[in-house]
């Protein structure tokens, strides 16, 4: 079966460290990946894309990589700060369907 | 452009009620898509239109469930009868044209509490 795997326990960070994210997935072969933030009370808002013949993306202290090999995607937050603090998804369409399909997010908190 | 307007924001009823939930896309997107989330199942896809026409529907959970686009700027998600397990929130999102849906833009969501 289908499936998408995030961390479902929060991952507790120092301010200031870099926070690495793990989006694992089965039994897809998507055209791209997405990784969205959301806060309490809040949609999720969109963060970055990586497409299926990309390995890596960066976009100010964000970067995102994606192995094909391994069905695996890292998000990273450089520097981070407490306003980081957040539950981050990851989305993927399945076989080229382009629609997206998410994880259940990993919450990430960063301590001052 | 004020993003994707979903209403109510919140939604308190009991069981056997209808429940009609809405969504205004953004102006120019011709994606529209319902989800769900629980604490238990995550964000879970219920219907998704291209250009007011349903595309995938797997996701309704049963005949209880119905959704309507009767034009590009207005969805609504009906549920009839509620039943407690349909407590959740949902949300609406828009997609822009001509992105394979590549950035979803989402509301702030519809908080439903069936008693």
């Known amino acids: 079966s289908q499936k998408i795997e995030q961390n479902s326990e929060a991952l507790n960070i120092q301010e200031g460290k870099t926070a690495t994210l793990t989006c694992n997935y089965t039994?897809?072969?998507?055209?791209?990946l997405q990784w969205y933030r959301q806060d309490p009370g809040r949609g999720p808002v969109f963060l970055l894309l990586?497409?299926?013949?990309?390995k890596e993306k960066r976009k100010e202290r964000l970067k995102v990589t994606f192995d094909t090999t391994l069905k695996q995607s890292l998000f990273h937050i450089t520097a981070s700060q407490p306003a980081d603090s957040a539950t981050y998804l990851c989305?993927?369409?399945?076989?080229?369907?382009?629609?997206?399909?998410f994880g259940r997010g990993t919450s990430l908190i960063v301590h001052p | 452009d004020a993003g994707v307007i979903q209403s109510p924001r919140h939604e308190v009823t009991e069981m056997g009620q209808e429940v009609t939930l809405r969504c205004k896309p953004i102006?120019?997107?011709?994606?529209l898509f319902w989800y769900r989330q629980t604490m238990m199942r995550g964000l879970e896809l219920l219907i998704y239109?291209?250009?007011?026409?349903?595309?995938?529907d797997s996701g309704m959970p049963e005949d209880r469930f119905s959704a309507k686009m009767p034009n590009a700027s207005f969805s609504t998600l009906k549920i009839q009868p509620s039943e407690p397990r349909d407590s959740a929130v949902y949300f609406c999102?828009?997609?822009?044209?001509?992105?394979?849906?590549?950035?979803?833009?989402f509301g702030s969501g519809t908080q439903l509490s069936v008693l």
């Open positions: 999102a828009s997609s822009p044209k001509g992105t394979t849906n590549e950035k979803l833009f």
């Open positions: 039994n897809y072969s998507p055209a791209y």
């Open positions: 990586i497409r299926e013949n990309e």
């Open positions: 989305a993927l369409d399945a076989a080229g369907s382009y629609i997206p399909t």
């Open positions: 102006s120019g997107h011709n994606s």
């Open positions: 239109f291209n250009n007011n026409v349903p595309i995938d």
